[in-house]
């Protein structure tokens, strides 16, 4: 018997879109389990509120671990439950990532929630405008099509893949 009741499937509610709107923006999956991934000085807010949040909805115990020596902040959680059902519903790498279709349902709580998630994490603000990058047109498109069915004055551009000044190769974002 598992130590763990399973985890069958991914609830939502304004605290768990939350979480997957973070997980979009900073997360990943490794072999069992979901992480997230922050600057160092993020560990007392994000990484702190996504321990609480995985602790109280999911029941999953989840660790921090913040290197100053990297400037980086990882929270992890070792769930093979949660890491299959975040692949499946969000997908996997940078490139795969998405908001799945479904979301386009959710109460509109849960769909700001998801994209408050997605904007603290890679987010940033200038004259009052909020901006993000991704490389996958499939999560461009998911946070495109929730801020408008909010009612959210938003826009959508491209940047070519190209190589920089440095000589490293920039995908198309």
């Known amino acids: 018997k598992p130590r763990n009741d399973r985890i069958t499937e991914l609830h939502v509610n ?7 709107g ?3 923006a900073d997360g990943s999956l490794y072999r069992d389990g979901v992480k997230w991934s922050f600057g160092a000085h993020e560990d007392e807010s994000l990484a ?3 321990v609480g949040v995985v602790g109280e909805e999911f029941g999953r115990h989840s660790t921090k671990f913040v290197r100053p020596d990297k ?8 769930s093979t439950d949660l890491a299959a059902l975040f692949n499946h519903w969000f997908g996997r790498g940078c490139e795969n990532k998405r908001v799945p279709a479904h979301a386009l349902y959710w109460t509109v709580e849960c769909q700001a929630a998801l994209v408050q998630g997605y904007f603290d994490g890679d987010g940033h ?3 009052g405008v909020t901006s993000a990058a991704s ?6 498109y998911g946070i495109f099509a929730l801020c408008i069915q909010r009612g959210k004055v938003c826009s959508s ?15 198309k974002t």
Request: aromatic content about 6%.
């Open 14 to 20: 304004p605290r768990t879109a939350w979480l997957y």
């Open 22 to 24: 973070l997980w979009l």
């Open 48 to 50: 702190e509120k996504v």
């Open 71 to 78: 400037n980086i902040c990882e929270v992890t959680c070792s």
């Open 125 to 127: 603000t200038h004259d």
């Open 135 to 140: 490389i996958s047109e499939a999560l461009t």
């Open 157 to 171: 551009s491209s940047i070519p893949e190209q190589t920089a000044r440095d000589g490293v190769g920039r995908k």
